[in-house]
């Protein structure tokens, strides 16, 4: 790991963009729409959730996700399969909730298990229900100009939701994504361009990432490196949006590690206008955009506005 250390001399000067408290706020627009719904047309939207092996990081996540549901009032269905499962036998799943009505959206949790295709499984979803907007022909649609996508997959909506409830234009500005991962770093470039941002991606062969990097008005960097990006990567003003959570060992945390960001905090806030925390930035969106993907979906599949 990068050491990250911030020179003594300068204040922190950066806005803190809570992604807890904007998350809460949109946990809060769901309810109430949720609510609206239920009493107008007696339907509750439904997300079912699969989960492949026993990875503890994926079993949280997914926790998380039937809290969340929970706490809006969206009925939560898992599948919990063990690590050896065969690739059918996701599939089977996979059917048998495509073609459940009370089910609007569905998400396998990633990664897989090594032996099992992305690809396949994930094309299986039908893209009317596909909430994670991980289907192929989601990801291509938000890559055309003139199309629409079913669904925008749900860490990279966050960061551009958190971008426009703090007011930080978009358009015209130049824009970095650190990693082209397809979960993250390619579909938020996607956004990015589609809110008329010139954007530019680095990744693990970009010759001169700091160059290209400190340029930027708007960085996402999504690379999953532990304080990576350095205080000179930044440009004084510049909008930081760190979507890494990296587990470092800490003896003192009670877990025996803390989470830092792909940002080294200290020396971001003391140059940027504006960075997301590590806990706390954009992971809680991550599970918020599900709940508003799951109930724009809902409303789609019932005609409800
Ligand atoms: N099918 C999917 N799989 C995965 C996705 C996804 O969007 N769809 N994203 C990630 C994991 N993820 C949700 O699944 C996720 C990651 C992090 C958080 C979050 O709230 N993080 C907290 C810290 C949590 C902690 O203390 O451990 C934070 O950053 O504040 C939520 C969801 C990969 N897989």
């Not at 599939?91 to 998400?107: A, E, K, M, Q, T």
Request: contains cysteine.
């Amino acid at each position: 790991m990068a050491l990250c250390a911030a020179s003594l001399t300068t204040e922190a000067s950066a806005k803190v963009i809570d992604g807890k408290s904007v998350a809460k706020q949109i946990r809060d627009e769901v309810t109430a729409e949720v609510s609206r719904m239920k009493e107008a047309i007696g339907v509750t939207p439904g997300l079912a959730v699969i989960l492949i092996g026993d990875r503890k990081d994926s079993a949280t996540y997914v926790r998380n996700k039937k809290k969340a549901c929970d706490s809006v009032g969206i009925i939560s269905l898992e599948a919990n399969l063990p690590e050896d499962s065969t690739e059918q036998e996701v599939l089977n799943y996979i059917s048998r909730f495509n073609d459940d009505p009370s089910v609007h959206g569905i998400l396998v949790q990633l990664p897989l298990p090594k032996h099992m295709n992305e690809q396949t499984i994930l094309n299986a979803v039908r893209i009317e229900k596909d909430v994670d907007g991980f289907h192929p022909l989601n990801i291509g649609r938000l890559a055309m100009r003139g199309r629409e996508p079913l669904f925008v997959p749900c860490t990279p909506k966050g960061c551009i939701e958190l971008l426009h409830r703090y007011g930080v234009p978009i358009k015209g500005k130049r824009a970095v994504v650190i990693g082209r991962s397809n979960i993250v770093g390619m579909p938020a470039a996607l956004l990015l361009q589609r809110e008329d941002a010139t954007v530019t991606i680095v990744h693990s062969r970009t010759s001169n990432p700091e160059e290209i990097t400190s340029q930027a008005d708007i960085i996402i960097s999504a690379v999953g490196q532990p304080n990576m990006v350095r205080g000179s990567w930044i440009k004084p003003g510049a909008v930081i949006i760190d979507v890494g959570i990296n587990p470092v060992e800490d003896s003192n945390d009670s877990r025996g590690y803390r989470l830092v960001g792909d940002v080294c905090y200290e020396e971001a806030s003391k140059v940027a206008s504006a960075v997301t925390p590590v806990p706390g930035g954009v992971g809680p969106m991550t599970i918020a955009m599900l709940l508003q993907n799951t109930l724009i979906s809902a409303k789609r599949i019932h005609n409800f506005e």
